[in-house]
């Protein structure tokens, strides 16, 4: 089995309080296939809200758990290959468990009331990434010099894009432009989005907060992406971080960047790095089940 290549970095930027939550796991599955299953997402704690730190490291941990959970009975129990719709319903089962968490954890302290956060994860399996979002936490393929948005945001100014009434350009100086749809903490109403996206070697999937793309366009993700993925992703997450922080966001900064090697491939430079949760950038976690 190949390495996974994984490594993130996140940053306060401006603000005391740390509300970004970040982890990566890779699951060794050894039946009834033998693979290696990437996992990873990044929690941004609603900004106005109480408590979102715990919202974001809550949802964090449910969402790795559930999906832990739903792969692990999968393996010991399905013998045959594992069908696209099954990662989307773990997806679903992780995020629902995960919202039923921050809702019923914000009703047991008062200092706790009308907690959220946004949640972006994605599982890899068979050369093919699914995502699951919910919120303005962004999910990015970038491939061959271009970038290519897989989540959509679930904010009022998304909504008025695409009802045609805002420019992107527009929509980023809009006084409404943080005013979150969907987040974990929704007693009524939860909707989370999915996508699937094919991954071929060497692409980079890039999850962020919004405390880098308030400041960086899509555009400036993929000329930062293409000037240095030649070395690697090992050092990609902070050189995010720092150009982020160079043009003053006003938020906490969390990046994860994962670069795809299908089985029988070789990539430059690899190196078996797999985060764990954070703030540490290249910690290891595997978890081996058989």
């Keep these: 089995m190949n390495a996974v290549r994984i490594a993130h970095r996140t940053d306060p930027g401006p603000r005391e309080n740390l509300e970004d939550s970040v982890q990566a796991v890779v699951l060794e599955l050894h039946a009834p296939t033998r693979a290696r299953i990437p996992i990873a997402m990044l929690l941004d704690g609603a900004g106005g809200h109480n408590a979102g730190e715990i919202a974001s490291l809550l949802g964090t941990r449910l969402i790795a758990s559930t999906l832990n959970g739903a792969l692990a009975g999968w393996a010991v129990g399905t013998p045959q290959q594992m069908p696209?719709?099954?990662?989307?319903?773990?997806?679903?089962?992780?995020?629902?468990?995960?919202?039923?968490?921050?809702?019923?954890?914000?009703?047991?302290?008062?200092?706790?009331?009308?907690?959220?956060?946004?949640?972006?994860?994605?599982?890899?399996?068979?050369?093919?990434?699914?995502?699951?979002?919910?919120?303005?936490?962004r999910c990015y393929i970038w491939r061959g010099g271009k970038i290519h948005r897989l989540t959509r945001d679930h904010t009022?100014?998304?909504?008025?894009?695409?009802?045609?009434?805002?420019?992107v350009a527009e929509a980023r100086f809009h006084p409404l432009a943080h005013i979150i749809d969907q987040c974990l903490g929704?007693?009524?109403?939860?909707?989370?989005?999915?996508?699937?996206?094919?991954?071929?070697?060497?692409?980079?999937?890039l999850l962020c907060s919004d405390g880098l793309t308030d400041v960086m366009t899509d555009a400036d993700l993929a000329d930062l992406i293409t000037y240095h993925a030649?070395?690697?992703?090992?050092?990609?997450?902070?050189?995010?971080v720092e150009e982020a922080l160079a043009r003053s966001t006003a938020?906490?900064?969390t990046v994860l960047c994962y670069q795809h090697q299908?089985?029988?491939?070789?990539?430059?430079?690899?190196?078996?790095?797999v985060t764990g949760v954070y703030p540490s950038e290249l910690a290891m976690v595997f978890q081996r089940l058989s």
Aim: overall charge negative; charged content about 20%; hydrophobic content about 40%.
């Design 84 to 137: 696209s719709e099954s990662i989307s319903r773990f997806l679903a089962q992780a995020l629902q468990a995960a919202n039923a968490a921050v809702v019923r954890a914000s009703t047991e302290r008062p200092e706790h009331r009308d907690m959220a956060t946004t949640a972006v994860c994605f599982v890899v399996w068979d050369d093919t990434l699914y995502a699951a979002w919910a919120g303005d936490s």
């Design 156 to 167: 009022t100014v998304q909504g008025m894009i695409d009802e045609g009434l805002l420019t």
């Design 186 to 205: 929704m007693a009524d109403s939860f909707t989370p989005g999915f996508a699937s996206f094919p991954l071929s070697a060497g692409d980079i999937v």
């Design 230 to 240: 030649g070395n690697g992703i090992s050092g990609l997450p902070r050189r995010l």
């Design 251 to 253: 938020d906490n900064v």
């Design 262 to 273: 299908p089985e029988g491939t070789q990539l430059d430079r690899l190196s078996q790095t």
